[in-house]
Each structure stands twice: as C-alpha cells, then as structure tokens.
C-alpha cells in the first residue's frame, strides 16, 4: 500500500543531542515537505525538496537541516537539539503538479 | 498576497448542528483548494477539495461552498457529530509548482 512512514512516532532526548527524524514515501512523489507543528495549531513549513538533490529552506527559519538522496527518502537531523525544538515534525509528500499532500503521521519531539 | 485567510481559530458546536469555517485568499494563481481533517497525534488527512470552476462540492455531510468573485470559499458541516471534532486546514494550491498554502487551522469541538 503507497503510504508515507514517519519513524519515530515520539522521541524525548537531551539537550545537545544529534537527532534524525525519518521520513519515507512508497508512492514516487517527486516533491516532499517538512512542517513544525504545535499541537492542533499553524503548520509551519521548515524545509521542502522538488526531487533528488533539490532542497529549500520553507517560511519559518529552523536550525534543522536535510537531505535528499534518494526519491524516495527525506531525513531531518538536528546536530545539536535544544528544549525550543519541542514540537510535532510532520512529512508530508505530492506530485508535482499534484492535487494535494499526503502527511505522515508525524514525530512528537520532546527535548529536556 | 500568497496567504489564505481563515477563521474563526476555534469553533463549539453542539451534536446535530452546521459547523461553517470560512476562508479567503488574494492570489488568482490558486487552482485547487482542498480541507484538512487532522486528529489529535496524526498527521491532516485530506477531506474535500474544490476546483474553481464548481460553485459548490457536497459529500455525504461536508460542502464545499466556493465564491470565485469574492475568493472566499467555506467548508460546511451538516449534522456534525463528536467525531469530527478535530483541526480543519483549509487551502490553496499555487501554480505551477503546485504548493499549498495553508490556512492556520481552525479547532472545532462538537459536544454531545
């Protein structure tokens, strides 16, 4: 079934710590998105990709960074977590052109 | 001139009633605009969406009522249930790249 997984489902780590948030899609989206989300509150875009080497920073500014080497496959690292990045990371992907997005199910980052 | 408006942020209704959330946007290169259902710990789900070149979209109790003149469309929810107490996205598509612009959400809680 073409789905988009998100791993890990929450994640509490320290202060300081590297962190990589995984986000796959099975159903070959070219374009994939990054949001930071507040519980129920705005979606915020963070960071979106048009395709295999192609990445761009979205509106809200984040010390994150990703990469996308394959189409298929579009990780979140943090090298340095801090309590302010407490917050739901949500993936989501769609065609180009496409009519709409498909989200993961998100990662609830809790930084202590 | 790229956002999309939407309100009210938050919004009670009782079992049985007609939830109406509203949006509105600038931009005339939007060409699609879908709504969001999101749960609490999930990731939006897309519910319904809209071409601009259809007045009104129903399926089964949502409706999507949209006024190209004035560039504003709303989602209408006919006998809500306390199931669908949930976050409603609404939004809009940008040619050619095909991003969505995102409303801010708006919180409905339907009580029994």
């Known amino acids: 079934e073409a789905d988009i997984y998100q791993t890990p489902r929450y994640l509490v780590i320290g202060t300081g710590k590297k962190i990589t948030l995984e986000c796959s899609q099975t159903m070959g989206h070219d374009k994939m998105y990054w949001y930071q989300q507040d519980p129920g509150m705005e979606l915020h875009l963070i960071h979106y990709s048009y395709g295999v080497n192609s990445t761009e920073k979205g509106d809200l500014s984040s010390e994150s960074t990703v990469s996308r080497i394959r189409t298929e496959h579009f990780p979140l690292t943090l090298e340095s977590a801090r309590p302010s990045h407490t917050s739901q990371y949500l993936c989501?992907?769609?065609?180009?052109?496409?009519?709409?997005?498909?989200f993961g199910s998100g990662t609830r980052l809790t930084v202590v | 001139q790229q956002q999309v408006k939407q309100s009210p942020q938050s919004l009670i209704v009782q079992k049985g009633g007609i939830s109406i959330i509203n949006c509105a946007y600038e931009?005339?290169?939007?060409?699609?605009f879908p709504w969001y259902q999101q749960f609490p710990g999930k990731g939006p789900a897309l519910l319904i969406a809209?071409?601009?070149?259809?007045s009104e979209k129903k399926e089964g109790r949502f409706t999507i009522s949209f006024n190209k003149s004035a560039k504003q469309f709303s989602l209408h929810i006919m006998d809500s249930q306390p199931g669908d107490s949930a976050t409603y996205f609404c939004a809009a598509r940008l040619r050619p790249q095909g991003n969505l612009i995102f409303g801010k959400g708006t919180k409905l809680s339907v009580k029994p």
């Open positions: 931009n005339t290169a939007f060409d699609y």
């Open positions: 989501a992907s769609s065609e180009y052109g496409g009519d709409g997005y498909t």
């Open positions: 809209i071409r601009p070149d259809v």
